[in-house]
């Protein structure tokens, strides 16, 4: 595992100025905070394509989901897109998307925001598993789907949530990959 750069971000909270995290050196890196970030999504498709008899059909669709959640994230507030790809046929990797979520609708209280979520998410939730666990680097609200798990982490200070959303659309977010996830976002420590 390799330890990822400083996020570059604004800085988080008066307690702590960044975050660190480590992450596989298999994991491709996006940063989301530069202007460059679609070239680095752009080079991660075609090297996952490159040498591969791959559809030049899957490879577009490829690009553009994956362009598509960078964007959604960036409006968000996401800061960085780890991917990694499982698949020998150019499908979606697992990923990593790592946003910070300022103070605002949601509850600053871990237990509170769990609630919410159930409520807020309702029977389509169903199938989700919503809990609070403890971190190294804090309490977090943990959301574990099929193929997805989100981590929401109290910042310090209780100022906000810095979230670590992870997808493994191939092989779903059971066994080896959730342990995975679970020992990236293990982790995470603040920078101060």
């Keep these: ?15 702590a100025r960044d975050y660190r995290l480590l992450v596989p050196r298999e994991w491709f890196r996006v940063d989301l905070t530069q202007d460059r970030w679609r070239r680095q999504l752009k ?3 075609e090297k996952q394509a490159d040498g591969r008899q791959v559809p030049a ?6 690009w553009a989901t994956l362009r598509n959640t960078a964007e959604a994230g960036r409006a968000r507030g996401a800061m960085e897109f780890y991917l990694l790809t499982l698949s020998r046929n150019g499908g979606l990797p697992a990923s990593l998307l790592v946003s910070l979520m300022p103070p605002g609708e949601r509850p600053a209280d871990p237990e509170a925001f769990a609630a919410w979520i159930e409520v807020r998410e309702g ?10 666990v403890d971190l190294p680097a804090g ?20 100022t906000g949530y810095l979230t670590l959303s992870f997808s493994a659309p191939v092989v779903g977010m059971s066994g ?3 342990r ?4 990236i976002a293990g982790s995470l420590h603040w920078v101060v």
């Design 1 to 15: 595992m390799s330890e990822s750069s400083e996020s570059g971000a604004a800085p988080l909270t008066a307690g």
């Design 43 to 45: 080079t991660f498709v």
């Design 57 to 62: 059909e899957l490879t577009r669709n490829v």
């Design 123 to 132: 029977e389509d939730g169903a199938g989700r598993e919503v809990g609070v």
């Design 139 to 158: 309490r977090a609200v943990r959301v574990v789907g099929l193929t997805s798990l989100d981590l929401h982490v109290v910042l310090p200070g209780g």
């Design 176 to 178: 080896p990959m959730l």
């Design 180 to 183: 995975l996830c679970e020992a």
